[in-house]
């Protein structure tokens, strides 16, 4: 069974020859990184922004309003990518993309936080992150 999972999940991070790879939604993109093992999968991702906050350095960006979640996906914005942000928007992260729905173009994985695993895509430039509504 576990063996199908990671077919069908790899089926929907892949696209096929010559065509490009629909984005995948927070349910597809934590079923690819479930069925990576401990992988990565490059991919585009979309979602809308239920939740956001910082902490630490860095900024998140949530699928879900509670960020523990098994079925979020958090896009985090590390400093580098926040000062992008903050220099195009004039705005926090977290005040730009608040019930925004956004596109990602990254690589998404499973990290260890805590107690729980959360699925973490960390954009290395502003540009991977689109708001399209």
């Given at each position: 069974?576990?063996?199908?999972?990671?077919?069908?999940?790899?089926?929907?991070?892949?696209?096929?020859?010559?065509?490009?790879?629909?984005?995948?939604?927070?349910?597809?993109?934590v079923a690819a990184a479930l069925a990576a093992n401990g992988g990565e999968v490059q991919g585009v991702f979309?979602?809308?922004?239920?939740?956001?906050?910082?902490?630490?350095?860095?900024?998140?960006?949530?699928?879900?309003?509670?960020?523990?979640?098994?079925?979020?996906?958090?896009?985090?914005?590390?400093?580098?990518?926040?000062?992008?942000?903050?220099?195009?928007?004039?705005?926090?992260?977290?005040?730009?993309?608040?019930?925004?729905?956004?596109?990602?173009?990254?690589?998404?994985?499973?990290?260890?936080?805590?107690?729980?695993?959360?699925?973490?895509?960390?954009?290395?430039?502003?540009?991977?992150?689109?708001?399209?509504?």
């Open positions: 069974m576990r063996g199908l999972f990671l077919i069908a999940a790899l089926g929907l991070a892949q696209p096929a020859f010559g065509q490009a790879a629909p984005a995948m939604d927070p349910a597809k993109a979309e979602m809308t922004v239920a939740s956001s906050a910082g902490s630490g350095f860095n900024y998140y960006l949530n699928s879900e309003k509670d960020y523990r979640s098994d079925a979020n996906l958090a896009i985090v914005i590390v400093p580098e990518v926040r000062n992008e942000i903050v220099a195009k928007s004039k705005a926090e992260p977290n005040a730009v993309f608040q019930g925004k729905r956004i596109r990602v173009t990254g690589v998404v994985r499973r990290v260890a936080v805590g107690s729980h695993f959360q699925t973490r895509i960390t954009p290395q430039h502003a540009s991977q992150i689109e708001i399209i509504g």
